[in-house]
């Protein structure tokens, strides 16, 4: 097994948007190797820090560095989170950290099943449990492959690389991310594959259904947001425009209010906005941060903080 290590996103200027009192109760979702929650819980003074993952390893690693910290270890997945708190009998948040990527650990770990440049077992579970990117690959009709490599991946050749599975499996099961490579290279244009590395959309939208990432991320911004305190704040990075587009549209609903048609004179819906964006456009990182990490490239942070009950 290799060491865990993961170069954190945004350190500064995500932890910054989120605290707001050193007292307080504060929630990372995906604490990975435990950056974020590091410089959150170095900045506590008789508060608390849960920390969220569902990777045995990433909790392991976390443990010995915030050793000594204020910190609660969930193994959960973060859609959890409002029955985590109500098992630990807390009410409320002064803020939340979730940083949507998938760990340097993940994707270096060619076991791990994440990447496409190491032939490594077809898996992409990062709770190692439920359903693998083998079923998926293997298991799913040509019209869900077509599905979600389009959805998730965006993917304009999708039904292409959808056929070129079922082709493939149908000699022999696909059990690699060598294996998947190379199909996925042959189902589409020699153009295309010199224009980019034509894996890149169809790995993610595997992953993500492996690991429900979009159900999962709607869910944990509802449940999230409610169980903020008025004056709460909540720091998101996205890394893809799919996660990119809920998060924005969810902040901006939380930031909402009269929802009556533009023709009623008067306001007859009563609602009133719950939340104020702290980052009216999304955070990126800076040319220093880029240079020393390429994987901060896509990074965007959104900050919402809670007004209203």
């Known amino acids: 097994m290799t060491e865990f290590s993961h170069t954190t996103v945004l350190l500064k200027e ?35 820090l849960i920390c969220f993952d569902q990777d045995a390893e990433a909790i392991a690693a976390a443990g010995v560095r915030l050793s000594g910290y204020p910190v609660t270890f969930v193994k959960r997945n973060f859609c959890e989170l409002g029955d985590v708190l109500d098992e630990l009998g807390i009410e409320a948040l002064d803020g939340i950290i979730a940083d949507l990527g998938v760990s340097s650990h993940q994707l270096d770990t060619a076991e791990r099943g994440f990447s496409f440049h190491n032939d490594a077992p077809l898996d992409m579970r990062m709770s190692g449990e439920g359903l693998s990117a083998r079923d998926v690959v293997n298991d799913y009709t ?6 979600i490599l389009y959805e998730y991946g965006e993917e304009k050749f999708a039904p292409k690389i959808a056929d070129g599975i079922i082709n493939a499996r149908a000699v022999s099961p696909i059990e690699t991310t060598g294996e998947l ?12 594959r010199r224009e980019k590395n034509p894996c890149r959309k169809s790995f993610q939208a595997i992953r993500i259904e492996v690991n429900r990432e979009l159900d999962v991320l709607e869910t944990a911004l509802s449940v999230g947001f409610d169980r903020l305190k008025i004056g709460g ?21 939380f930031c909402t209010g009269c929802t009556c ?8 819906c009563g609602k009133l906005p719950r939340g104020r964006l702290v980052t009216k456009k999304p955070i990126t ?9 390429i994987r901060s490239r896509s990074a965007k942070l959104r900050v919402i903080e809670k007004i209203r009950k």
Request: some cysteine; overall charge negative.
């Open 233 to 253: 704040r909540f720091s998101v990075i996205t890394f893809h425009s799919l996660e990119d587009r809920i998060v924005k549209n969810r902040f901006k609903e």
């Open 181 to 192: 490579a190379e199909i996925i290279k042959k189902s589409v244009p020699a153009a295309y």
């Open 285 to 293: 990182a800076s040319e220093e941060e880029l240079a020393a990490n």
């Open 261 to 268: 048609p533009p023709e009623f004179p008067v306001c007859v």
């Open 14 to 48: 995500t932890v910054d948007g989120v605290f707001t009192d050193p007292k307080g109760v504060y929630a990372d979702l995906t604490t990975g190797g435990g950056g974020h929650s590091l410089e959150l819980a170095k900045r506590l003074d008789g508060g608390r």
């Open 142 to 147: 040509f019209e869900e492959l077509r599905r």
